[in-house]
């Protein structure tokens, strides 16, 4: 199989238009034409990753972190990126990375990380702005229908739990081609009025491209009149972070003594206790210290995140408990939700969960 054949099914986990502006994410070293017979599944494609990819046939690791941050001017092996760069290259090893792209899929990083410390009713955190956009188009009232579907199946229409969503209002459009046109309506130099229906939908900015090319290829007219808007509206089901409920309620350190059983950390970084139960909890896999005001604004009585410094745990305010559980911890089962997520595509080819630690932190 080729990467080119993998990198649909990658999207489809972790659509890359979701990935935060920073980052870097997709295929960051390969050919996409090349052929492989394996999959590494990792956390951080470090050098003994690569190592590991090679004694066990892999030519793909798909990794969460990327390790190509921010841009690269030599590779010369001088630093931990540059090795495990220099080896996959020379061994001719592509790296896939997802990071933010799956941070904010609603079934992602944080949803595993919420569902590991047991919470129920869950929900989009901090929901992804200024990526929503909103089609405007008119067609004529028989061909309506047809336009409109057309619309649908390119991904226009999705609002929340809800498909195919769209508003139509009657009215009449009104048209005369010049010496140039080839009107379906009418003739050339022919003032037409013509019954037609205004069709408005939604739709992810990424897919724009994709909804024009249904709307020009499903519309009868020469010259498809249409408008697009930017819209203010969160996106409810993409976004950084999430929220949900625990039942029953229990302690504070109760609830802390769980978590650190089921992350399996060396230890947590918490706030002073507030003396309230926990029971609404915001969970942030990675570094969430910017999530701290929207936990406060949502209910939450405890956010669980990581890299929280000093002055950090002073915005808790006693409004809530906030817990640096470590930053690996927090993403600690997402390589198996990728090598789940992919044997289930792919299930006759053969993907690899990587048997390599790669936190860099250590607990005494």
Do not use: W
Not at 115 to 143: C, M, N, W
Not at 320 to 331: K, M, N, P, Q
């Amino acid at each position: 199989m080729k990467i080119k054949e993998i990198l649909p099914v990658l999207e489809e986990m972790a659509p890359l238009a979701y990935a935060e502006d920073f980052d870097n994410v997709g295929l960051l070293v390969g050919n996409p034409e090349q052929e492989i017979s394996g999959i590494l599944v990792c956390h951080d494609a470090l050098e003994n990753v690569i190592d590991e990819a090679i004694c066990k046939n892999c030519q793909l690791v798909v990794c969460f972190h990327p390790i190509i941050f921010s841009g690269l001017k030599k590779i010369t092996g001088a630093n931990y990126v540059e090795r495990a760069v220099l080896k996959a290259i020379k061994n001719d090893i592509a790296i896939y990375a997802v990071h933010t792209a799956l941070d904010n899929h609603r079934d992602g990083v944080n949803r595993i990380l919420g569902e590991a410390i047991g919470l129920e009713h869950l929900k989009i955190l901090i929901p992804k702005k200024q990526f929503i956009r909103k089609l405007v188009t008119y067609a004529p009232s028989e061909d309506a229908d047809k336009v409109r579907n057309a619309l649908f199946e390119a991904g226009a229409g999705n609002i929340g739990n809800y498909e195919n969503c769209s508003f139509n209002s009657k009215g009449i459009g009104t048209f005369m081609g010049n010496e140039y046109s080839n009107p379906e309506l009418g003739e050339r130099f022919e003032f037409v009025e013509a019954d037609e229906i205004k069709i408005e939908v939604t739709f992810e900015k990424h897919l724009e491209n994709k909804i024009l090319k249904a709307l020009f290829q499903n519309h009868p007219y020469e010259e498809v009149a249409y408008e697009i808007y930017s819209l203010e509206n969160q996106h409810q089901n993409i976004g950084l972070g999430m929220i949900g409920n625990l039942n029953p309620p229990i302690s504070e350190e109760a609830f802390l003594k769980n978590v650190q059983t089921q992350m399996q950390t060396g230890g947590i970084r918490h706030s002073t206790f507030t003396g309230k139960l926990i029971q609404r909890v915001a969970v942030l896999g990675g570094s969430g210290a910017f999530a701290i005001s929207a936990a406060k604004k949502a209910g939450a009585d405890a956010l669980i995140t990581a890299d929280l410094k000093y002055h950090n745990f002073y915005e808790a305010e006693n409004q809530l408990l906030l817990a640096d559980i470590g930053h690996f911890e927090s993403e600690r089962y997402t390589k198996n939700y990728i090598a789940d997520f992919l044997m289930k595509k792919i299930p006759n080819f053969a993907i690899v969960l990587s048997e390599e630690n790669t936190n860099p932190v250590k607990y005494l």
